[in-house]
């Protein structure tokens, strides 16, 4: 399937490139087998589907990028207030040669067609993507400090039929080094009326689709003279008040083979969100860091962004609790026939085989890790309706022996009630930790469900009273255990130290 197309495709191309240069060559007239009319289809390229400018531009940077380029700057300026932008990219890539730069805004003009080692596969992203959004490209280039090469296109001029002239023209000037400028003038389909805000657009799409290059290094990426920072959706790299996500498991691994006989394998990553430390966060602020309504699968083709959303998930439906955990899918272009990548690589179309080869699995996972967040917004909740309880046990440890630590007194305790799945035979566990005592319930315990699901019954002051009595409980027993393990007492102590620990709570609740 993949060579058919890749072959009607490159006949289309040829045909469309050969009648774009028959009109330079005063050929304006149309036989009534000509496969394609010049003027029409420029004009119906510019509506080649690219969803945003930062997924037009994102073809030039991998086109950078495949050129073995280390710096890409994007400028992007507006002559006047109502004038259309003008958006130029530039690289330190090994430029092109007078043949490479005069078949490159030709449509399949390139000389990696249907290559799998890199982005670029068609040859349609350059002259695509440029049409999409702009309707004048400059393209200029050199090599080795000699003299620059350059080619236009004019989507007035093609469309009215006016000659067009694909022929690099020799630019006055040295060069250093090697390169390549790719000049949009006339953006018509830019909406942004202020460039600052298409600048923190543009930051905030390309740091997401390249953050790998830009976090290990292999890409320096600058608009308008501003460092472009890589954007983790997994949130991995990505700090948050300080905190970061976990893996969920390690990488898993699937290998598959491709209709040419070489295969490759498809790594995939599930992150958990930190919900204990985020979950107080404003909506607005879980929105703006892309906590909030950034659930889904993210699909890296040669470790750049293609797609993100609702992938290989079977028949499980995304759901609120979903936005606290992330996927990542990692896989080799030699895979591309089972990713059903699109020519402008903004989305996949996965395979049956690639659906019954990780669909299961990764369903399985994610209602696995959907359980994991309902269950730590409820230790989350739990946690909340202790505070009451624990705030009476500070109020009571003023009035308690102290508690040495490494022969220093401890001085007055904070007190922490948690819950969380433990070892079935353990009710509950405490340590203590810098001046703060922590104790955990485990859900699993026949006690837990024993204890706190009488009080679902009760009304809410009594359900509170005999909580607040329970939980001074176990941080009365908590504490003094703490405090004869630490002293070295004998453990007969235990009931007279506790009853009048307990005591002393009950007196200040």
């Known amino acids: 399937m993949i060579t058919s197309q890749a072959a009607s495709m490159q006949l289309l191309s040829t045909q469309a490139s050969e009648q774009v240069m028959g009109v330079s060559m005063g050929q304006q007239t149309h036989r009534k087998d000509d496969l394609l009319v010049a003027s029409n289809f420029i004009r119906a390229v510019r509506e080649s589907g690219y969803v945003s400018l930062s997924t037009a531009l994102a073809e030039l940077v991998d086109n950078s990028l495949q050129a073995a380029a280390t710096k890409v700057a994007i400028t992007v300026t507006r002559a006047g207030a109502g004038d259309d932008p003008e958006i130029a990219v530039e690289d330190?890539?090994?430029?092109?040669?007078?043949?490479?730069?005069?078949a490159c805004l030709r449509f399949g003009g390139s000389s990696r067609f249907d290559g799998r080692q890199s982005f670029g596969r068609f040859g349609m992203g350059l002259p695509a993507a440029s049409l999409s959004q702009a309707r004048h490209i400059e393209v200029t280039s050199w090599r080795n400090g000699r003299s620059a090469h350059k080619v236009t296109l004019d989507v007035d001029a093609v469309a009215t039929g006016v000659p067009v002239d694909l022929r690099a023209r020799r630019q006055a000037g040295s060069t250093e080094g090697s390169g390549c400028r790719v000049v949009?003038?006339?953006?018509?389909?830019?909406?942004?009326?202020r460039l600052a805000w298409l600048e923190r657009a543009l930051r905030r799409d390309l740091g997401r689709l390249y953050r790998r290059f830009l976090?290990?290094?292999?890409?320096?990426?600058?608009?308008?003279?501003?460092?472009?920072?890589?954007?983790?959706?997994?949130?991995?790299m990505s700090p948050v008040e300080g905190h970061t996500a976990r893996l969920a498991f390690e990488p898993l691994r699937y290998e598959?083979?491709?209709?040419?006989?070489?295969?490759?394998?498809?790594?995939?990553?599930?992150?958990?969100?930190?919900?204990?430390?985020?979950?107080?966060?404003?909506?607005?602020?879980?929105?703006r860091t892309g906590i909030v309504g950034g659930a889904g699968v993210s699909i890296l083709r040669a470790g750049r962004e293609i797609a993100s959303g609702w992938h290989l998930m079977g028949a499980k439906r995304k759901e609120n609790y979903?936005?606290?955990?992330?996927?990542?899918?990692?896989?080799?272009?030699?895979?591309?026939?089972?990713?059903?990548?699109?020519?402008?690589?903004?989305?996949?179309?996965?395979?049956?085989?690639?659906?019954?080869?990780?669909?299961?699995?990764?369903?399985?996972?994610?209602?696995?890790?959907?359980?994991?967040?309902?269950?730590?917004?409820?230790?989350v909740k739990f946690q909340a309706a202790t505070e009451a309880s624990c705030r009476i046990a500070e109020a009571a440890d003023v009035d308690l022996p102290v508690i040495r630590s490494a022969g220093k007194d401890s001085g007055a305790l904070s007190y922490r009630i948690g819950s969380k799945q433990l070892p079935i035979e353990t009710m509950f566990t405490s340590a203590l930790k810098r001046h703060t005592l922590d104790v955990t319930l485990n859900v699993d315990h026949p006690a837990f469900a024993a204890l706190y699901r009488p009080l679902q019954a009760l009304s809410d002051e009594a359900g509170r009273d005999l909580r607040t009595a329970l939980e001074l409980f176990v941080l009365s027993f908590a504490r003094t255990t703490t405090l004869l393990l630490r002293d070295g007492r004998n453990c007969d102590d235990l009931l007279r130290v506790w009853s009048k620990t307990y005591g002393r709570m009950l007196q200040k609740s």
């Open 256 to 287: 598959l083979a491709a209709s040419s006989g070489e295969s490759a394998f498809v790594t995939v990553r599930f992150a958990m969100l930190p919900v204990h430390h985020w979950h107080h966060l404003d909506n607005v602020t879980k929105r």
């Open 215 to 236: 976090s290990d290094g292999r890409l320096s990426l600058t608009i308008n003279g501003k460092r472009v920072d890589p954007i983790d959706p997994m949130f991995l």
């Open 92 to 102: 330190n890539g090994e430029g092109m040669t007078r043949p490479e730069i005069e």
């Open 322 to 379: 979903d936005d606290w955990w992330r996927c990542e899918i990692d896989f080799d272009p030699v895979l591309d026939e089972h990713f059903g990548i699109t020519v402008n690589k903004q989305g996949i179309r996965p395979s049956q085989e690639l659906q019954e080869a990780l669909g299961p699995e990764l369903e399985s996972i994610a209602r696995l890790l959907g359980s994991r967040v309902r269950q730590a917004f409820e230790e």
């Open 184 to 193: 949009w003038r006339n953006c018509d389909r830019i909406e942004y009326r």
